[in-house]
C-alpha cells in the first residue's frame, strides 16, 4: 500500500509539472489566424511574444470550404498575455531551431490600440522560412560567384606582360629616383642632406613669414584709414559721403565752379584763349601762333649759345678760365683791408640816413603841374 501511494503521489507531481510548465491550469483565450503555408506547424507549437512562450498552438486545419485554400491556425493564448494582443500585432510562422520544428510568433500592438477580444483574428505575414534562407544563401552565393569573377579578372590583368613590363620599368625608375636623393643629386637630394640647402629654404620661409606680417600690418593701417575716412570728420569723409555743412567740402565745391565758370567763359567768350583753343573771327591768331613760335626759336637759339659758350653767361658756364679769374678777383676784393673798410663805411652812412615816406598826392580837380 505505502508503495502504491508513493507511486500516486509522484504520477500526481508529474502531471503538476507538466501542466505548469505547459501553463493547462490558467486560463486561456482563443484566437484565429491564417496562413497559406504552415511549413511543418503542428497542433502543440508555442506561441511566443517577444522570446516569452504565453500559448500553444490549439489546432490547423483548412476550412470548411474546398475552394478556400487558407490554412486556420486557432491559438490559446493564456489569458493574462491576451491583452497584450492588439490591433496592430502581427503572427508569423518561425523556426524554432534547427531541427525544422516551428512556431507563431505574434509582435505585441501598441499601447494606444485596442485589445483583439478573444476569438478574434490576429493578422498574418508569411515569413521566410527555409525559403528565404535558401534565397539568402544564394544571394550571397551570387555575390561569391561575382567576387571570384573579379578577382579572376584582377589575376588575369596582373599576368599581362605589358603590365609586368611597365610596372619593372616604374620600379627601376622609382628605384633611380631614391638613389639619386640619396647621392643628393639636384635639388631635391640637396635639400634633403645638405644642411645649408635646408637653411636657406628655412630662410626663405621666414622672409616669406615676415611678408605676410608685414602685408598684415598694412592692411591693418589701410582698414584704419578706411574706418577713419568712413567715421570722419575730414575733407576725404565729407567728398565721399557727402555730409552736409562741410567747409571743405563747399570750398572745392566752389573752386570747381570757379574751374567751370572759366572754361565756360573761355569756350563761350571772344578771347585770345579760345581763338587758340576753337579759332574764332576777329582775332589774329596766326600772328599770336607765329609770335609765340618766333618767341620759341630765339629761346632755343639764345640757349645753344649759352651752351656754346658764347656771350659772358656762357663764357662763365662752360669756360673754366673765366670762373678761375672771377674767383681770383673776389679772392683779391675779400682780402683788401682798404675796401673792405670803404664797404663799411658806406654801410654805416646810409644808415643814418632818414628814411624817405612816399605819400598819396592830395586829390585835385586840375591837371598836376609838370614837374610834381
Known amino acids: 500500500g505505502a508503495f502504491v501511494l508513493l507511486g500516486l503521489s509522484m504520477a500526481g507531481l508529474v502531471v503538476f509539472l507538466i501542466g505548469d510548465e505547459r501553463q493547462m491550469f490558467k486560463p486561456k483565450a482563443s484566437y484565429v489566424t491564417t496562413f497559406t503555408d504552415v511549413e511543418g506547424l503542428k497542433r502543440g507549437s508555442p506561441v511566443r511574444m517577444g522570446g516569452v512562450d504565453i500559448g500553444t498552438v490549439g489546432a490547423v486545419a483548412y476550412g470548411e470550404d474546398a475552394a478556400d485554400t487558407k490554412l486556420y491556425v486557432t491559438l490559446v493564448i493564456v489569458g493574462r498575455e491576451a491583452s497584450r494582443i492588439r490591433e496592430g500585432s502581427v503572427a508569423r510562422v518561425d523556426n524554432k531551431g534547427l531541427l525544422g520544428d516551428k512556431l507563431i510568433s505574434i509582435t505585441p500592438g501598441s499601447a494606444d490600440k ?6 478574434g483574428v490576429i ?5 521566410g522560412g527555409m525559403s528565404e534562407m535558401v534565397g539568402k544563401l544564394g544571394n550571397i552565393t551570387a555575390k561569391v560567384e561575382q567576387l571570384m569573377g573579379n578577382l579572376e579578372k584582377t589575376s588575369r590583368t596582373l599576368a599581362d606582360d605589358e603590365l609586368q613590363q611597365d610596372l619593372r620599368q616604374s620600379t ?3 628605384a633611380g629616383i631614391l638613389k639619386k636623393l640619396d647621392e643628393q643629386q639636384g635639388y631635391a637630394g640637396k635639400l634633403l642632406g645638405d644642411p ?3 637653411e636657406k629654404l628655412s630662410r626663405a620661409l621666414t622672409s616669406l613669414e615676415r611678408t605676410g606680417q608685414e602685408l598684415s600690418r598694412t592692411l591693418q593701417g589701410v582698414n584704419a584709414i578706411v574706418r577713419r575716412i568712413e567715421q570722419g570728420p575730414g575733407f576725404a569723409h565729407d567728398l565721399i559721403y557727402e555730409r552736409e555743412g562741410s567747409q571743405a567740402l563747399g570750398q572745392f565745391g566752389r573752386a570747381a565752379e570757379e574751374v567751370g565758370l572759366s572754361l565756360r567763359g573761355i569756350r563761350e567768350g571772344n578771347g585770345l584763349a579760345r581763338a587758340v583753343l576753337y579759332g574764332g573771327d576777329g582775332v589774329p591768331t596766326d600772328a599770336v601762333m607765329s609770335d609765340l613760335a618766333a618767341i620759341s626759336h630765339d629761346l632755343r637759339q639764345v640757349v645753344a649759345g649759352v651752351r656754346a659758350g658764347r656771350g659772358t653767361i656762357g663764357a662763365l658756364l662752360v669756360d673754366p678760365s ?7 678777383l673776389l679772392g683779391n676784393v675779400e682780402r683788401n683791408k682798404t675796401l673792405r673798410a670803404l664797404v663799411r663805411y658806406s654801410i654805416r652812412r646810409d644808415e643814418k640816413l632818414e628814411p624817405v615816406q612816399v605819400r ?4 585835385t580837380t586840375a591837371d598836376p603841374a609838370p614837374g610834381q
Not at 493578422?123 to 515569413?127: D, F, G, I, R, V
Not at 673765366?322 to 681770383?328: A, F, Q, S, T
Open 114 to 119: 485596442e485589445p483583439i477580444p478573444p476569438g
Open 123 to 127: 493578422p498574418s505575414e508569411t515569413a
Open 172 to 174: 627601376r625608375s622609382v
Open 196 to 198: 645649408e640647402e635646408a
Open 322 to 328: 673765366v670762373y678761375e679769374d672771377l674767383k681770383l
Open 360 to 363: 598819396d598826392p592830395a586829390p
